[in-house]
């Protein structure tokens, strides 16, 4: 394995991406970071190889990692599927072997099998079910909103961010209101495992996916024998090349669409809330000019909060990226939120601004490749759609303090952020 190399912030901080540490960080000392990485790889430096830490108790500490950061380099990375595989996992750390079996989903395969099951899925996602899914969408977020006005203050996650992308994922999957708050906490604890809110401990992590897993697993089962309109049924009936998915292949299917879809959009949400509150020009364009600026808006959310960080590939064989030489097996990071923000593409990256005209170019949904997010589509309707509903009943809405970050490399998260709502 290649020597760690390891560059600094200008106050001597050391920049290690495989540590927790460094995600407890402010955003502008994250920039700060990611810029300098940026810099030393665009003039011939190539690329850092990172140390590696578990994020959690009980987990394993890899090898370390090789971080990509430039917008290029992400792009090349995502469209050579055939160099860089998702079949070792697509998180920086090394996946639990007694894990395998509830995150083994489509989103860690590779070509064909991968095609085969996105083709599969693909029926669950075509634009009569996004149809359906809008209906939903607007009267939730409708409800929200209307119950928000009365309460005067609230949290802004609680309220609005979470429940929304919830709820929708729900109505698909088909599942029943009463189960809703069950799904909400197995999601947290899998995606905020290593935030001492969440859990730090790989024993507890094991049990929700499990409790999830069999969940799913009954449902589709219940769908095989009893279809209705939902995806389940649908994914459960759905054959290619004259195969159905197991009840064990869309229990993972399952958690990754009620994780993907969950705390993803949760996330672009709260932030985009965070900025529109702190940019109050920007606001009030975007108010006065719905129509028009919520779909530049909704790219631009989505670009600047990066709510997926990372996404890793593990190389099928020597490979040049850049000036980085990457052995076969060594695993590369492609961080998301760098590509976003680097200057080569997006001017003064790091400032939030509705108005760029290239917001659309963003690697906030992946870069192209395979793997593409399979709800991107789904993702701007429902951000859409909630902004729509807040600026039109509660145009004064304010962000009242500071937001509470999730600890995590993956994902950028709000866990809480208090507002007003008259
Ligand atoms: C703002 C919200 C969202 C963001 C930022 C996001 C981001 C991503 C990213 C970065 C990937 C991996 C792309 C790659 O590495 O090439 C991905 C994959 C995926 N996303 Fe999303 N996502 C969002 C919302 C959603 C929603 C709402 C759903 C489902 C309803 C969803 C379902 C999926 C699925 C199924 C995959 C795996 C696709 C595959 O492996 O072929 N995502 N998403």
């Given at each position: 394995m290649p020597d760690f190399r390891t560059l600094q912030l200008d106050n001597g901080d050391d920049i290690l991406l495989g540590h927790n540490d460094f995600w407890l960080k402010s955003l502008d000392e994250r920039d700060d970071a990611f810029a300098k990485l940026r810099h030393e790889n665009a003039h011939g430096a190539g690329m850092c190889f990172h140390e590696e830490l578990s994020v959690i108790e009980g987990g394993i500490a890899g090898p370390g990692f090789w971080s990509a950061v430039n917008y290029d380099d992400i792009r090349q990375i995502n469209r050579t599927p055939h160099a860089f595989s998702s079949a070792a996992g697509i998180t920086l750390g090394e996946q639990p072997p007694e894990t395998l079996e509830f995150f083994g989903s489509m989103i860690v395969l590779d070509d064909p099998r991968h095609a085969k099951m996105r083709m599969l899925v693909q029926k669950g996602f075509t634009p009569k079910t996004v149809a359906t899914i809008e209906e939903s969408v607007r009267t939730r977020a409708r409800d929200l909103v209307a119950q928000a006005r009365e309460m005067g203050e609230c949290d802004f996650v609680e309220q609005f961010a979470a429940p929304l992308p919830l709820g929708v994922i729900c109505d698909m999957l088909g599942v029943p209101p009463e189960d809703e708050q069950q799904i909400f906490d197995w999601t947290n604890l899998i995606l905020g495992a290593g935030d001492p809110d969440f859990t730090m401990d790989l024993h507890e992590l094991i049990l929700g996916a499990a409790g999830m897993f069999d969940y799913a697993q009954a449902l589709g089962e219940d769908r095989l024998k009893h279809p209705t309109d939902d995806i389940a049924s649908i994914l459960m009936h759905a054959e290619v090349d004259g195969e159905r998915l197991t009840a064990a292949e869309f229990g993972s299917f399952f958690i990754l669409l009620a994780v993907a879809g969950n705390e993803t959009t949760r996330n672009a949400i709260s932030w985009g809330m965070h900025q529109l509150h702190h940019h109050p020009d920007q606001?009030?364009?975007?108010?006065?000019?719905?129509?028009?600026?919520?779909?530049?808006?909704?790219?631009?959310?989505?670009?600047?909060?990066?709510?997926?960080?990372?996404?890793?590939?593990?190389?099928?064989?020597?490979?040049?990226?850049?000036?980085?030489?990457?052995?076969?097996?060594?695993?590369?990071?492609?961080?998301?939120?760098?590509?976003?923000?680097?200057?080569?593409?997006?001017?003064?990256?790091?400032?939030?601004?509705?108005?760029?005209?290239?917001?659309?170019?963003?690697?906030?949904?992946?870069?192209?490749?395979?793997?593409?997010?399979?709800?991107?589509?789904?993702?701007?309707?429902e951000i859409q759609v909630l902004f729509d509903e807040i600026f039109t009943q509660i145009p004064d809405i304010a962000i009242t303090g500071e937001p509470d970050r999730l600890v995590s490399g993956f994902i950028n998260g709000i866990k809480r952020m208090p507002c007003t709502t008259r």
């Amino acid at each position: 394995m290649p020597d760690f190399r390891t560059l600094q912030l200008d106050n001597g901080d050391d920049i290690l991406l495989g540590h927790n540490d460094f995600w407890l960080k402010s955003l502008d000392e994250r920039d700060d970071a990611f810029a300098k990485l940026r810099h030393e790889n665009a003039h011939g430096a190539g690329m850092c190889f990172h140390e590696e830490l578990s994020v959690i108790e009980g987990g394993i500490a890899g090898p370390g990692f090789w971080s990509a950061v430039n917008y290029d380099d992400i792009r090349q990375i995502n469209r050579t599927p055939h160099a860089f595989s998702s079949a070792a996992g697509i998180t920086l750390g090394e996946q639990p072997p007694e894990t395998l079996e509830f995150f083994g989903s489509m989103i860690v395969l590779d070509d064909p099998r991968h095609a085969k099951m996105r083709m599969l899925v693909q029926k669950g996602f075509t634009p009569k079910t996004v149809a359906t899914i809008e209906e939903s969408v607007r009267t939730r977020a409708r409800d929200l909103v209307a119950q928000a006005r009365e309460m005067g203050e609230c949290d802004f996650v609680e309220q609005f961010a979470a429940p929304l992308p919830l709820g929708v994922i729900c109505d698909m999957l088909g599942v029943p209101p009463e189960d809703e708050q069950q799904i909400f906490d197995w999601t947290n604890l899998i995606l905020g495992a290593g935030d001492p809110d969440f859990t730090m401990d790989l024993h507890e992590l094991i049990l929700g996916a499990a409790g999830m897993f069999d969940y799913a697993q009954a449902l589709g089962e219940d769908r095989l024998k009893h279809p209705t309109d939902d995806i389940a049924s649908i994914l459960m009936h759905a054959e290619v090349d004259g195969e159905r998915l197991t009840a064990a292949e869309f229990g993972s299917f399952f958690i990754l669409l009620a994780v993907a879809g969950n705390e993803t959009t949760r996330n672009a949400i709260s932030w985009g809330m965070h900025q529109l509150h702190h940019h109050p020009d920007q606001k009030r364009q975007l108010i006065e000019n719905y129509t028009e600026m919520s779909m530049p808006a909704a790219e631009e959310i989505v670009r600047w909060a990066s709510p997926v960080l990372h996404m890793r590939r593990t190389a099928n064989f020597d490979v040049q990226v850049g000036n980085t030489k990457i052995s076969e097996g060594e695993k590369v990071v492609m961080w998301y939120w760098s590509g976003n923000r680097d200057e080569n593409v997006f001017t003064n990256g790091h400032r939030f601004d509705i108005n760029r005209t290239n917001s659309k170019e963003q690697e906030g949904y992946g870069a192209g490749g395979p793997h593409f997010c399979l709800g991107a589509n789904q993702a701007r309707r429902e951000i859409q759609v909630l902004f729509d509903e807040i600026f039109t009943q509660i145009p004064d809405i304010a962000i009242t303090g500071e937001p509470d970050r999730l600890v995590s490399g993956f994902i950028n998260g709000i866990k809480r952020m208090p507002c007003t709502t008259r």
